[in-house]
């Protein structure tokens, strides 16, 4: 079943999946999909931290459609918590494919958690906004 892509915002980042990212059963691994999204929520985490930050969870990630070689994956990620030290990203992954005949997929969604650092790279106060 085709969806629409987000419309009310830009995605984080955009990539085409590639033949070496795929695992033995021919699409693409899953771990190059968590590793999109983890560069994807600390794109939104660096800018509400107004620094450096580094992810300290992955508090969830479901796997709704496999991703295939050629699509063009696409990342919508935003702040959806913060605390005192630490800053939650909502992360929402589709992949376009067909494109002689569209079709738009979510694949994936993950929520991941973030810690602010200072330049010991230890712990900091996230800054109010």
Known sequence: MSIELPADRQPVIRVVAMPKDTNS???IFGGWILSQIDIAAAIPALERARG????VAVNS???HEPVFV?????C??????TGKTSITVKVEV???RNFSNKEVVKVTEAELTFVALDENRKPRLVPEE
């Open 25 to 27: 059963c021919d699409s």
């Open 52 to 55: 450096r930050v580094a992810t």
């Open 61 to 63: 990630v479901e796997f």
């Open 70 to 74: 050629g699509d063009v994956v696409s």
């Open 76 to 81: 919508y990620a935003e702040v959806i918590k």
């Open 94 to 96: 589709y992949a376009e």
